[in-house]
């Protein structure tokens, strides 16, 4: 693989508007072992990893991997290898128990309510659905990208009773509703990332009582020591219109510690805290903490 290949690559998963953190993740796995197995000089590998862990800098299950290669690589190519492999096997086998403890919670008659489009939420509604539960699920229309009118289509076509609702509806329904579930994008020190308008959600279920919960891996989670991070500006374009206005375009938020719910976890329902504490362990490598 050239550098232009391997840059090219990173371009893609940094533009990329339409996958979520779990699907680019699998992009960068595949992208490094393919270096690995091209014997890309060293000077090569690390430069793509560094550049993979800040292509998304909203994005936990990126950084870890690349952080995660890079003490690997330190020690020698096999080890860097079986990494990316165990971290990739890691990542959907926790995602597959994360997604059955949320379906878990879940009870027959609930009403729910979901931001943006998380895989590990839907394959939760799913499960649950498969075993007979019958819900209501609201679903926010998640602009600018509108992820949220995919899932509720698909939720939909599955027989789930699911209801699209503008972005701006959903402190009213939350209000209506028995849970809120929703993923997450990371888990710091500074709190939860996850999709523009989770923070106020997450702020209005605080107040009004409403159980939220954010399913999670720990490949979501970054070291205790990471600093908070900050999101590249988006294209003004996606919000389809025109001026002599200002634009500013962000896809994420990052709700504080103070407003947050549970978490569900492959090893279950975990405080912020609890979370940070079992997976937040990992030491960050130099050539991720300059520049």
């Not at 595949?30 to 690995?36: D, I």
């Not at 539960?133 to 990208?145: D, H, N």
């Not at 549970?262 to 937040?280: D, I, P, Q």
Request: with cysteine.
């Amino acid at each position: 693989m050239t550098p232009s290949e391997w840059r090219d690559l990173l371009d893609a998963i940094e533009r990329d508007a339409l996958h979520g953190a779990t699907w680019l993740t699998e992009k960068g796995a595949a992208l490094l072992l393919s270096m690995l197995q091209k014997d890309a000089p060293a000077e090569e590998l690390e430069t793509a990893a560094v550049s993979l862990a800040r292509a998304r800098p909203m994005m936990a299950s990126l950084f870890n991997l690349a952080n995660g290669f890079l003490w690997a690589w330190s020690r020698n190519k096999d080890m860097a290898a079986a990494f990316v492999r165990d971290y990739l096997a890691g990542l959907r086998g926790e995602g597959s128990a994360a997604a059955q403890k949320a379906a878990s919670i879940l009870r027959e008659g609930d009403t729910l309510l979901t931001h943006s489009a998380s895989s590990l939420v839907e394959k939760a509604l799913l499960q649950a659905h498969a075993e007979g539960k019958g819900f209501r699920v609201y679903c926010t229309e998640s602009r600018p990208k509108c992820e949220g009118m995919s899932l509720a289509k698909r939720l939909c076509e599955a027989g789930i009773d699911a209801t699209l609702i503008v972005d701006a509806a959903a402190g009213e329904v939350a209000r209506r509703c028995d849970k809120i579930l929703i993923g997450s994008d990371g888990i710091g020190s500074f709190g939860l990332v996850h999709k523009m308008g989770t923070m106020p959600l997450s702020c209005l279920a605080k107040s009004g009582g409403v159980p939220l919960y954010a399913v999670a891996t720990s490949q979501k989670v970054w070291p205790a020591a990471f600093a908070k991070p900050v999101e590249k500006e988006k294209d003004p374009k996606d919000l389809g219109v025109e001026g002599c206005f200002d634009v500013e375009n962000r896809y994420f938020d990052i709700t504080p510690p103070e407003w947050l719910g549970r978490f569900l976890t492959a090893e279950g329902e975990m405080t912020w805290e609890g979370v940070l504490k079992r997976y937040g362990r990992e030491a960050i490598h130099p050539l991720l903490i300059s520049g």
